[in-house]
């Protein structure tokens, strides 16, 4: 068998949680075979040991939210060959990206007793805003299965499988029956990408779009049909505004039922 | 000649459902789940929804409880008989990267023997429709075939219909006409069952039980029921001459006006008896020695569908909802000699948006008369 040069990974970490780096380390049964097959060349949540640049596979989770953050993308780009962006923050932006809907110096002066010292970016944002961005693994946190699925395509240089449609088609293979309709509780899945495997309609809760935005969510539709079921828009704004508040589909639809309430 | 009928008391019911078990299947029958009626594995009549009956609506879908002790006294479920004959995920092969080269394993699985209890006249039609597809063309599915070739089927003559059945348009139900290996009616008193054989193994299973043969009276009783159920329906199709109608709506203005409705979510393909799509999906492991193909279900709303070389082919709404719609009432008849619709009103009730491809074609229809309309003034 022809031996291949072990690919060197790298994890970064922007503005974020570390939700999705401990969802890597949660593949633990394969943790091994992983360091066996591709070398883990940096990641601070790991190990302490840092092996300089070029990588060969860059996962980056977080969003650019300060001056130095938006610095430091760009030189994780340059070093690497393929850049995958995981999870919420780093795929749309994330729950800081709340701000951007309001105006961040406020915030700064509400929270902190010395504002100045605080250096921030008006708008916390994902990854792709930045740089190219070759890979986007959705969800808060994502779905480690995501990681070793790409992982292992990336070895043998096959397309990975990551579903794109709407979390309705992964609800109905996994024979859950539909709680929006019968029994009316709001839930995102129609215009939410895939990917969790339908894991709260199958316990009785509306979907809460971790995934954020399916490949063609039709944001209109998903409206009337929230104001069928009786959902004040207030609800229906929070239920956009979590964890993939600023996904373009979301934040449109959030921002005209904002203004549609005011006016 | 006719079919053999007989009067079963309803208290020995749970007789046929044993007998069926002591044939060694599977009982399959309708259950209550999360607050919907749902076919899943049975062991007796204590399982089944006794007194329950559903109210349907686009978009809508709430269980009642009847003063009525009927055990079938419901319409059809929320999921249908094709994930037991069809399941929606399903590993078709494995492979292993050896000293000698690749090698190939087919999964060795045990196929249930099942008995689908309470299979309703669409459903059966349903059945029928997926058996073309699976069973009647140059490629023979053999998953569907070794389930679909030992099930027995217990059809049910519906003695309510739901807002959202439309059977009628189709001539598909509400009565079971064929295919089944009993037949069977709950007569109004709540009493007594009718049992019609339709196979020999129903006539074997028939053979196990305290039976009667059926009077002219019982049976002209049965028929009040189908024709009770009949003046329930109030859907309509217009099927006549609907495919070269459909044929010519290609720029029909009214699917941007449904485009705008549709979430494409896709539940209306995946809740519907007849659709029959599949996608595969290859996984390797991380050594690259381990490789599996799954085949899972896939509908024509996602985007993938259509990939081609360089994108899809049906991006908008608009493209997929029309081809789902053609598909089902035009291009099936050309493809499999049937429509691809027998009237069940699943993706009616189970479309969070409640849209309702029988208004859709109205408003197709309402609209071609009208440019009609206007290119004569
Ligand atoms: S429960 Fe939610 S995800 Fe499941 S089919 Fe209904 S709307 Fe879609
Ligand atoms: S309507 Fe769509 S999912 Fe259903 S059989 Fe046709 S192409 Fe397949
Ligand atoms: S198209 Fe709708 S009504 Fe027709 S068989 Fe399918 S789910 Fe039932
Ligand atoms: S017709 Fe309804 S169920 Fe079908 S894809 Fe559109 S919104 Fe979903």
């Not at chain 2, 990267?97 to 190939?104: A, D, L, S």
């Not at chain 2, 985007?303 to 908008?316: A, D, N």
């Amino acid at each position: 068998m022809k031996q291949i040069k072990i690919p060197k990974l790298a994890v970064w970490k922007f503005t974020s949680c570390d939700g999705c780096q401990l969802s890597i380390l949660d593949l633990e049964d394969h943790l091994l075979e992983i360091g066996q097959r591709i070398e883990i060349a940096y990641f601070l949540e790991a190990s302490s040991r840092k092996v300089k640049g070029p990588y060969d596979i860059s996962l980056v989770e977080g969003s650019i939210s300060t001056p130095e953050e938006e610095e430091t993308i760009h030189k994780i780009r340059k070093q690497s060959k393929f850049l995958i962006a995981i999870g919420a923050c780093a795929t749309a932006g994330g729950i800081q990206a709340l701000r951007n809907f309001r105006d961040v110096a406020e915030f700064q002066k509400i929270v902190y007793p010395n504002p100045e010292y605080i250096e921030t970016l008006k708008y916390a944002t994902p990854i792709s805003h930045h740089v190219r961005v070759d890979l986007e693994l959705r969800g808060c946190p994502i779905n480690k299965t995501h990681v070793l699925e790409v992982i292992s395509a990336l070895l043998i240089g096959r397309k990975p499988s990551l579903p794109h449609h709407s979390v309705c088609i992964e609800c109905k293979k996994r024979g859950n029956p539909c709680i929006l309709v019968s029994k009316g509780i709001l839930c995102m899945g129609p215009v939410t990408s895939a990917g969790c495997g339908a894991i709260c309609p199958a316990y009785n809760r509306g979907c809460y779009g971790c995934f954020g935005p399916s490949e063609s969510p039709n944001l209109h539709a998903f409206i009337s049909l929230a104001q069928r079921l009786g959902i004040t828009n207030s609800t229906l704004i929070h239920a956009l505004r979590s964890f993939n508040a600023f996904a373009d589909s979301f934040r449109e639809a959030s921002i005209y039922l904002e203004a549609s309430e005011e006016s | 000649m006719e079919p053999k009928a007989y009067i079963l008391a309803r208290e020995s019911f749970e007789a046929l459902l044993q007998s069926l078990k002591s044939r060694g299947y599977t009982l399959i029958g309708p259950t209550i789940r999360d607050d919907v009626l749902w076919y899943a594995e049975i062991q007796s009549v204590e399982d089944f929804p006794i007194g329950w009956t559903d109210v349907q609506g686009p978009g809508q879908y709430r269980l009642q409880k009847q003063d009525r002790d009927t055990l079938f006294g419901f319409t059809v479920a929320a999921n249908t008989w094709k994930s037991f004959l069809f399941p929606p995920r399903l590993l078709l092969w494995r492979s292993k990267r050896t000293e000698n080269g690749i090698e190939f394993e087919q999964p060795t699985r045990s196929i249930p023997k099942l008995a689908l209890i309470g299979v309703r006249a669409c459903e059966l039609a349903a059945i029928q429709v997926q058996d073309r597809v699976f069973l009647q063309q140059e490629f023979v599915d053999p998953e569907y075939q070794a389930r679909r070739e030992q099930a027995f089927i217990l059809a049910v003559n519906c003695g309510t219909a739901a807002a959202t059945c439309f059977c009628t348009s189709l001539g598909t139900g509400p009565k079971a006409s064929n295919g089944y290996d009993l037949a069977l009616t709950e007569l109004p008193d709540g009493k007594r069952l009718l049992i019609e054989v339709g196979s020999e193994q129903g006539d074997e299973v028939i053979q196990d039980l305290p039976v009667h043969p059926a009077k002219p009276a019982d049976l002209q009783e049965a028929e009040q029921v189908i024709q009770n159920t009949v003046s329930q329906i109030t859907r309509e199709l217009q099927t006549e001459g609907l495919q070269t109608f459909l044929y010519a709506q290609y720029e029909n203005p009214h699917w941007d006006e449904v485009a705008k409705r549709c979430l494409t979510c896709g539940n209306c393909t995946l809740v519907c008896p007849t659709c029959f799509c599949s996608t595969v999906e290859d996984r390797s492991d991380l050594s690259g020695d381990l490789a599996e193909r799954w085949r899972t279900w896939d509908s024509c709303f996602s985007l993938e569908f259509t990939y081609l070389h360089g994108g899809p082919i049906r991006t908008s709404a608009k493209a997929r909802y029309r081809h789902w719609l053609l598909h089902k009432l035009a291009t099936w008849i050309d493809q499999f000699g049937t429509l691809g619709c027998v009237g069940c009103g699943r993706c009616i009730t189970w479309c969070p948006a409640g849209i309702d491809l029988t208004e859709e074609v109205r408003s197709l229809q309402r609209l071609a008369h009208r440019e009609v309309d206007h290119a004569k003034s």
